[in-house]
């Protein structure tokens, strides 16, 4: 294993591993593409996530870069090296399963000192998407808010893709909207990746009454309608499904997603300002059993962790 040091990376021990099954580096040109990162924890999700995340960097023609974050302890009885033996062997499975899953894909991984969110979310700084496992959001009530994969969806400075255990069916693209300009944002990114994949997109927007006690649901589906119409001139590959419904958007859209391949949301709906994640993406990391991938307008300030 070759080791080059991080002279960014705070802490002198944070290293790069770079195993000898990774495909060579390619141009400084290809080098300067920002990467697809995925975050790994050697869990079969953490592996899932490689290989969603490998994925996306073949559809998006960009490298792909895996980060483990770990927490070195020094121990006097213990040499350093054997104290980063279990980091490396994580470094390591995850190349491969990325290679495996995309092998015309540039692979390096990275071992980072640090508490998991910071390295993310420093990560997510030069990314062009990053990847993570939902850390079982979908299979337990009793997830905490301050939860890794809930921080750095909600604070990263890219678009994050939380991917799930299972793999997606071949289903459709499935994105909610509601007229903010956050929703747009997620409304072209939700075509650009249907497009990528070849499948069709599925445009969801819930009309709640009692919120909109003014609008009818002829008046809603006309501003979708002009909504999508430019983004679909520009991508007339693309089929596209309007849905209108009924109901409270975290329950409408949440149910529009059974049998998707991928959901897109936006972060915060109408309220850019807050820091948190809104409640109908909050809804769907936690209820919705596809990959969802939450959208934002180029990179955003981030909070440091």
């Not at 021990?13 to 000898?20: R, S």
């Not at 080098?31 to 996530?49: F, H, I, K, N, Y």
Request: proline share 10%.
């Amino acid at each position: 294993m070759v080791r080059d040091v991080v002279t960014d990376a705070g802490p002198p021990d944070a290293w790069i591993a770079t195993p000898a099954a990774m495909p060579a580096p390619g141009s400084p040109a290809d080098r300067d593409v920002p990467p697809v990162v995925v975050g790994v924890d050697g869990s079969a999700l953490g592996m899932a996530a490689v290989r969603l995340a490998a994925r996306e960097a073949e559809l998006h023609e960009r490298p792909l870069r895996v980060v483990h974050a770990f927490n070195w302890g020094p121990d006097p009885y213990e040499p350093p090296e054997e104290l980063r033996d279990p980091a490396e062997v994580i470094a390591e499975k995850a190349v491969e399963c990325g290679a495996e899953a995309a092998p015309d894909v540039p692979v390096s991984a990275a071992l980072l000192e640090g508490p998991p969110v910071t390295i993310l979310l420093r990560e997510s700084g030069a990314a062009a998407m990053l990847v993570i496992g939902d850390g079982g959001l979908g299979r337990c009530e009793c997830v905490p808010v301050d939860a890794t994969p809930l921080q750095v969806a909600a604070r990263a400075g890219c678009a994050v893709l939380v991917a799930r255990e299972t793999v997606p069916p071949a289903g459709p693209v499935v994105v909610g909207v509601d007229g903010s300009a956050s929703s747009m944002q997620a409304l072209d990114l939700a075509f650009e990746s249907a497009h990528r994949r070849g499948t069709a997109l599925r445009v969801v927007r819930a009309w709640d009454p009692v919120e909109d006690p003014a609008g009818t649901e002829a008046r809603t589906t006309l501003q979708v309608e002009e909504a999508v119409r430019p983004l679909r001139e520009r991508r007339p590959d693309v089929p596209v499904e309007l849905r209108i419904r009924t109901g409270d958007p975290k329950d409408v859209i949440v149910a529009e997603t059974e049998g998707a391949a991928l959901v897109v949301a936006s972060a915060r709906g109408e309220q850019p300002w807050r820091g948190m994640l809104g409640a109908v993406s909050q809804a769907l990391l936690y209820h919705c059993t596809a990959p969802v991938l939450i959208a934002r307008p180029g990179h955003e300030l981030y909070i440091q962790g």
